[in-house]
């Protein structure tokens, strides 16, 4: 566990899958990408039992005064490079809808930026898809850099 200010980071549980697949689906993008239903995909629960069987993958939920606030992935990716450098990847990151433009996210990607000096990785990468302008400024602001070109090859 992970606190930063009043935000927890904690693992996820298997019983908080559909509140995940909420918040990854509450937004212009996310909507067009997953899909609450009831009952939810069962692909969503294989997900994370994978991510919970890695141990260089972790879901997290976000919390503050005992209410989940917000989500997140970390990966860590060991590497060569770099003299053998290690990684951590910040993926879907998600606050909820009431509670966007709080100081939430800043303080989840402080505790990610934790837990990876925590694991000794040398850098911290996160993509953003470019839709996505106002999350671009907000991770600059944080002091990220977009130093590369990502690409995506969709196989589905």
Do not use: W
């Given at each position: 566990?992970?606190?930063?200010?009043?935000?927890?980071?904690?693992?996820?549980?298997?019983?908080?899958?559909?509140?995940?697949?909420?918040?990854?689906?509450?937004?212009?993008?996310?909507?067009?990408?997953?899909?609450?239903?009831d009952p939810l995909s069962a692909a969503y629960y294989?997900?994370?039992?994978?991510?919970?069987?890695?141990?260089?993958?972790?879901?997290?939920?976000?919390?503050?005064?005992?209410?989940?606030?917000?989500?997140?992935?970390?990966?860590?990716?060991?590497?060569?490079?770099?003299?053998?450098?290690?990684?951590?990847?910040?993926?879907?990151?998600?606050?909820?809808?009431?509670?966007?433009?709080?100081?939430?996210?800043?303080?989840?990607?402080?505790?990610?930026?934790?837990?990876?000096?925590?694991?000794?990785?040398?850098?911290?990468?996160?993509?953003?898809?470019?839709?996505?302008?106002?999350?671009?400024?907000?991770?600059?602001?944080?002091?990220?850099?977009?130093?590369?070109?990502?690409?995506?090859?969709?196989?589905?």
């Amino acid at each position: 566990m992970t606190e930063k200010k009043g935000v927890t980071l904690r693992d996820a549980r298997r019983d908080e899958v559909p509140l995940i697949v909420a918040m990854l689906a509450d937004d212009m993008l996310g909507s067009t990408r997953d899909r609450v239903s009831d009952p939810l995909s069962a692909a969503y629960y294989q997900a994370f039992d994978d991510i919970a069987a890695s141990p260089d993958n972790r879901l997290l939920i976000a919390e503050l005064d005992d209410a989940v606030v917000g989500t997140l992935q970390v990966t860590f990716i060991p590497g060569l490079g770099r003299r053998g450098a290690t990684k951590m990847l910040i993926e879907e990151v998600r606050v909820v809808g009431p509670r966007r433009g709080t100081g939430i996210g800043r303080e989840m990607i402080s505790a990610a930026v934790d837990l990876a000096r925590a694991r000794g990785c040398r850098s911290v990468e996160l993509g953003s898809h470019k839709s996505r302008t106002d999350a671009h400024r907000f991770y600059e602001r944080l002091g990220f850099v977009a130093s590369h070109v990502g690409m995506k090859l969709a196989l589905d």
